[in-house]
């Protein structure tokens, strides 16, 4: 038996259209869409009320139809109708700055109402080469939407929440606060987007909004949602591009090249660091210099190369010595020594260099302990645990996989819980002892959890 599709009624009936007039204006928006072959009447209309799916491409059109009646975006979602190429078209670079708000539009809404399309979607492999390679060579010369304008005080609002958001990541991990971030992308910012604004106005609303977009993005990929943080990085660019911030376009970079290289894509990891680099040429942001070489280090590590990796560690620290942090931009902040030392430990880690890789997590430790960052000490905690299991030193392992599974237990982070899983796997050739059993007993609590 057929649902009515009342969400569609709601619509027609807001709309004030007719059945006979919303079968006209479907043949009309058909035929500008070269597709002539559409033809609908009144009745066909009743047939999707009492919840018949027309079939593609109908439910475009009729969002478009309805779109164009109420003058702000409907999607075929918004209509009854399903979801469309949401998944898809977040994956594109768009030229046009008009429709790169409406897909993250789109991409918010569906995150926040957390529709099974989007979870189930698949990361697209190397799908960040394109998109790195356009925010290099791009011009764009998009106008915005009429409407109300916007002015900086707007902006400013939007940016002071930026550090609240950023704020709970760093302390409580991206599963914390994602979705109240997300809604409120959706309710306050991406609206803003669509109305007019001065050329400085527009500039400084893309930068703010690209700040919490790529924000966005972090925390998905910080609990697991790869899927929906590569989308949300990639329409983060394409908006740095537009804020004319070739700093925070390197910085979105930075993000994509920690993704690449977690999913094991070391390849495309290392690329997406050089064109953040190179994008960073004319700018000062010794901090984002330092994040990209050490992402660059993190790549080569794992595809073997030990010469390259240790010089990129290397031009990390050189950048990072010309770091004033209130020269730096907010996003920046997580840059820092517990940080960059947290992820030159893995960098060597990978190396299976123990003797630097425990060098580099003690004193990541000790920053994050001062700092109380329970996420970063729990991932140098399972750095130098590691380290310790590479030198056969089971007891000291053991000591610090104590101290991480404590940690991660403080926040809600998928990256801590794979810490704590690769610590087990590395456990796995010590075979029955003791030490291996507890730990093992205890994480299973931890991931059961999670």
Known sequence: MKVPNSALGQWLDRSGMSRKELARRVNSKAAQAGEPHISTNATRVRCWLEGETPRAPVPELLAGVFSDRFGYRVTTYDLGLGDGGTADAALVYNS???????????????????RKFLTAAPVAVVAGVGPSRDWLLNTLDQEPEPGPRVHLSDVTAVKNMFETFQRMDIFQGGGSGRLVLADYMNVHVYPLLRRAHS????RALCEAAAEQTYLLGWMAYDNGEHAVAQRYLIQSLRLAEESRNPALGAHVLAGMA???TLLGNPVEGRRLAQAGRQGLSKTTSPACLADLWCL????????????????????????????HLDEEPAWAA??????????HANTFRDLEDPKAAEEHARRSIGHAAKQNRARRGAMSQAALAVSHLQRRDLDAAYAAGMRTLKLSAQVKSSRCVE???DLQKRMQ?????RLVADFNERARELVAAA
Do not use: W
């Open 96 to 114: 046009s700055y008009a429709d790169t708000v409406e897909v993250v539009a789109d991409l918010g809404r569906a995150d926040v109402d957390r």
């Open 199 to 202: 050329d400085d106005v527009r």
């Open 258 to 260: 920690d993704q690449a």
């Open 296 to 323: 660059e280090a993190r790549a080569l590590a794992l595809l073997g190369e030990k010469p390259g990796a240790a010089r990129a560690v290397a031009q990390s620290e050189k950048a990072y010595e010309r770091v």
């Open 334 to 343: 997580f840059i820092d020594p517990a940080y960059l030392h947290g992820e």
């Open 419 to 421: 810490a704590v899983q």
């Open 429 to 433: 050739p010590f075979g029955g002892e």
